[in-house]
């Protein structure tokens, strides 16, 4: 019965922090692709690359800005509008698309 109990719990809150790529994507279409690019790529040098990025270190600089832990002027205020959802959807999200620049590099 306890370990029923335990395991109903585990699952109930994995429930709850579920990130949902669908969400995220919904939401960078509506604010982040202004900067980071309809593919995460960035429209120019000034903006980092999110395509392909582990979710955990996504989220992570997203909770940073937000906290004020990693400083700058721009994020801080889109970070600031996102809920603990928001950020986990967005890193998921962006952690499942293919970073392609990189590839395109070759050695001459
Ligand atoms: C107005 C342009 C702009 C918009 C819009 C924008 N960003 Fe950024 N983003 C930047 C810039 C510039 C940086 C680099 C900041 C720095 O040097 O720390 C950055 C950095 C980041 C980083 C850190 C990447 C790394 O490699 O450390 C993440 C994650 C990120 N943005 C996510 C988002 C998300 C998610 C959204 C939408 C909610 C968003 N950004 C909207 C300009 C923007």
Redesign the pocket.
């Known amino acids: 019965m306890k370990h029923l109990l335990i395991l109903l719990l585990l699952v109930c809150t994995s429930l709850v922090y579920a990130a949902d790529a669908e969400q995220g994507k919904a ?2 279409q509506q ?2 692709v ?3 690019g309809m593919d995460g790529v960035g429209i120019d040098e ?5 395509a392909g ?1 582990y979710a955990d ?2 989220e992570r ?2 909770m940073d ?1 937000r906290s004020g832990a ?1 400083k ?1 002027a ?2 801080a205020g ?2 600031a ?2 809920t603990d959802q ?1 950020i986990a959807n ?2 998921l999200y ?1 952690s499942t698309l293919p970073e392609n620049r990189l590839h395109s590099f070759s050695i001459k």
């Open positions: 939401k960078a604010v982040c202004a900067c980071h000034t903006y980092p690359i999110l990025q270190y996504l600089a997203l800005y990693r700058n721009i994020m889109f970070a509008t996102l928001d967005l890193a962006y």
